[in-house]
């Protein structure tokens, strides 16, 4: 069957009752926690994850998918209402979004923001709709050795744009690779930095470090910095979204999407970077350049667009290759595995229910969220209110009971602690936190596929070297590692 063939048997997976309530479960949930600052679709997946165990595969993922869409949408109300953003590819709208809102025009802000990112959540999903069994279909020429070149590139990567410096970076990503070799070595059965605790034999469970990055540490750090000044949103008010308004949004929505779903699915893509180059492409493209920093409406359209475009991105490569290109992606791709799924080529031969029914949810998903944002935006103010110690607490102890009621074991429940206490340096001291998680799935991958390499060729490592991926894809590692420094010291003699 051919994509659209494929898509069709999505939808009436999609339709059928129960996945239409959990999409819109999800889609609500997503809404409230991107409403919410510091709270983001991350940390929401992974709490979930121990809860949604015993639901069916298909309808947990419509889920995941409803809450993925639901926080870039969600984000936007907060990021103009009270210049907060709830998560970080919000960032770049309250630039501009906050200043309308001061200026008495919150009502067309947050309707360029919501019809912006339903526009560009259609397109970039009509685009992983054809583009990503292609995807799929190429990923079957890839050997092992092309496999770890990927992989290293998702390292450099990752390590190299996500945080304030390489060297943190680097470091995050260690301790995600240490944390993976923890555990019985799967080739040759000798345990490995399990300290003679026989909870470690199986390796340190993916759900444990997740929630304790996300909803330990994260939580931590948030209610650290917890000011109850900045929360007085503002009123939506003003002329609705006019002609005018239209005119100036239509083509940063269009610009925002073309930015944001490639970046998407790179390595370390994520939603900031196609938010801030949407952002400095519409401030140069504006008829009125002038406005930027006062309150251009081009300002939210354009980036809130490549927001809602790179979410679909990302699940390009997770879903095609199995490889995950941000910290929400790599939640998605835990949860896949705590199913016992592989992401990847054979995912759309042996779970097409699950992969057609997911992609179908996002349209699904994405015509629910303009109804549910653009007239019940009062509604989602409202969660504002809410008294963040209450909701921090609540989020702790919803995450104890969690990874207690999935493991039911003592030695978990104290990595959680401890690497919910590392999560909370690490964010003090600005390291970043994806490179952990990046490291921790990826390592094994990375490792099983470098010895099947090698043992195929005697354990010459000139075998990494003989496809011409594997060599186009190491350079390309080589130079997100080198290429910045050269820019800094051509820049510094010249």
Same mark, same amino acid.
């Given at each position: 069957?051919?994509?659209?063939q494929?898509?069709?048997?999505?939808?009436?997976v999609?339709?059928?009752?129960?996945?239409?309530?959990?999409a819109?479960?999800?889609?609500?949930l997503?809404?409230?926690i991107?409403?919410?600052?510091?709270?983001?679709p991350?940390?929401?997946?992974?709490?979930?994850?121990p809860?949604?165990?015993?639901?069916?595969?298909?309808?947990a993922?419509?889920?995941?998918a409803?809450v993925?869409?639901? +926080?870039?949408?969600?984000?936007?109300?907060t990021?103009?209402?009270?210049? &907060?953003?709830g998560?970080a590819?919000?960032?770049?709208?309250a630039?501009?979004?906050?200043?309308?809102?001061?200026?008495?025009?919150?009502?067309?802000?947050?309707?360029? =923001?919501?019809?912006?990112s339903f526009?560009a959540?259609?397109?970039?999903t009509?685009a992983?709709?054809?583009?990503?069994?292609s995807? +799929?279909?190429?990923?079957?020429?890839?050997?092992?050795?092309?496999?770890?070149?990927?992989?290293?590139?998702?390292?450099?990567?990752?390590a190299?744009?996500m945080?304030?410096?390489r060297?943190r970076?680097f470091?995050?990503?260690?301790?995600?690779l240490?944390?993976?070799t923890?555990?019985?070595?799967q080739?040759?059965?000798?345990p490995?930095?399990?300290?003679?605790?026989?909870?470690?034999?199986?390796g340190?469970e993916?759900?444990?470090?997740?929630?304790?990055?996300f909803?330990?540490?994260?939580?931590?750090?948030?209610?650290s910095?917890y000011?109850?000044?900045?929360?007085?949103?503002?009123k939506?008010?003003?002329?609705w979204?006019?002609?005018?308004?239209?005119?100036?949004?239509?083509k940063?929505w269009?610009?925002g @999407?073309?930015?944001?779903?490639?970046?998407? &699915?790179?390595? =370390?893509?994520?939603?900031? !970077?196609?938010?801030?180059?949407?952002?400095?492409?519409?401030?140069?493209?504006?008829k009125?350049?002038?406005?930027?920093?006062?309150?251009?409406?081009?300002?939210?359209?354009?980036?809130e =667009?490549?927001?809602?475009? +790179?979410?679909?991105?990302?699940?390009?490569?997770l879903?095609?290759?199995?490889?995950?290109t941000?910290a @929400?992606a790599a939640?998605l791709?835990?949860?896949?595995?705590?199913?016992?799924?592989?992401?990847?080529?054979?995912?759309?031969?042996?779970?097409?229910?699950?992969?057609?029914g997911?992609?179908?949810?996002?349209?699904?998903g994405?015509?629910m969220?303009?109804?549910?944002?653009?007239?019940?935006v009062g509604i989602?103010?409202?969660?504002?209110?809410?008294?963040?110690?209450?909701?921090?607490?609540?989020?702790?102890i919803?995450?104890l009971i969690?990874?207690w009621?999935?493991?039911g074991s003592?030695?978990?429940?104290m990595?959680?602690?401890? !690497?919910?206490?590392?999560?909370?340096?690490?964010?003090?001291?600005?390291f970043?936190?994806?490179?952990v998680l990046i490291g921790?799935?990826?390592?094994?991958?990375?490792?099983?596929?470098?010895?099947? +390499?090698?043992?195929?060729?005697?354990?010459?490592?000139?075998?990494?070297l003989?496809?011409?991926t594997?060599?186009?894809?190491?350079?390309?590692?080589a130079?997100?590692?080198l290429?910045?420094?050269l820019l800094?010291?051509?820049?510094a =003699?010249?």
């Amino acid at each position: 069957m051919d994509s659209f063939q494929q898509l069709i048997y999505g939808f009436g997976v999609a339709l059928q009752p129960m996945n239409l309530l959990w999409a819109l479960v999800g889609s609500v949930l997503g809404t409230a926690i991107g409403v919410l600052p510091g709270i983001g679709p991350a940390l929401t997946i992974a709490l979930l994850l121990p809860v949604t165990i015993s639901i069916a595969p298909t309808a947990a993922f419509i889920m995941f998918a409803g809450v993925l869409y639901g +926080a870039m949408y969600g984000g936007s109300t907060t990021s103009i209402l009270i210049n &907060t953003p709830g998560e970080a590819g919000s960032m770049m709208t309250a630039l501009e979004g906050n200043k309308m809102a001061r200026d008495g025009r919150g009502a067309p802000a947050l309707a360029t =923001a919501a019809i912006g990112s339903f526009v560009a959540g259609t397109i970039a999903t009509i685009a992983l709709t054809f583009v990503a069994p292609s995807v +799929a279909e190429l990923a079957f020429i890839l050997r092992p050795a092309d496999y770890f070149a990927l992989t290293v590139l998702s390292f450099c990567s990752v390590a190299v744009v996500m945080g304030a410096s390489r060297v943190r970076g680097f470091i995050s990503l260690f301790i995600g690779l240490a944390l993976g070799t923890v555990g019985i070595d799967q080739m040759t059965g000798q345990p490995r930095l399990t300290f003679g605790v026989a909870d470690l034999l199986d390796g340190v469970e993916l759900t444990v470090v997740l929630v304790a990055l996300f909803a330990v540490g994260e939580i931590l750090f948030v209610a650290s910095r917890y000011d109850r000044s900045q929360e007085k949103p503002l009123k939506v008010g003003g002329r609705w979204f006019t002609r005018e308004d239209f005119c100036r949004s239509w083509k940063p929505w269009l610009r925002g @999407t073309v930015i944001g779903f490639p970046i998407g &699915t790179l390595p =370390a893509g994520g939603s900031e !970077i196609p938010t801030m180059l949407s952002y400095t492409l519409e401030r140069k493209l504006a008829k009125k350049p002038e406005e930027f920093g006062h309150g251009a409406i081009e300002g939210v359209a354009g980036p809130e =667009a490549a927001n809602n475009a +790179a979410a679909a991105g990302i699940l390009v490569p997770l879903l095609t290759l199995g490889l995950p290109t941000s910290a @929400t992606a790599a939640i998605l791709l835990a949860a896949f595995q705590n199913y016992g799924l592989q992401p990847g080529p054979n995912l759309f031969n042996s779970n097409p229910e699950l992969v057609w029914g997911l992609i179908a949810s996002l349209y699904i998903g994405n015509a629910m969220l303009l109804v549910l944002n653009l007239p019940l935006v009062g509604i989602w103010v409202k969660l504002l209110s809410i008294p963040k110690p209450q909701l921090y607490a609540g989020i702790l102890i919803f995450a104890l009971i969690g990874i207690w009621g999935v493991s039911g074991s003592v030695v978990d429940l104290m990595l959680m602690v401890a !690497i919910g206490l590392m999560g909370y340096v690490m964010r003090v001291y600005d390291f970043p936190i994806a490179p952990v998680l990046i490291g921790l799935i990826l390592g094994q991958m990375a490792e099983n596929q470098l010895r099947v +390499a090698l043992a195929s060729r005697q354990g010459s490592p000139w075998v990494l070297l003989e496809t011409p991926t594997s060599v186009v894809l190491l350079l390309i590692a080589a130079g997100t590692f080198l290429v910045p420094m050269l820019l800094r010291r051509l820049r510094a =003699a010249a």
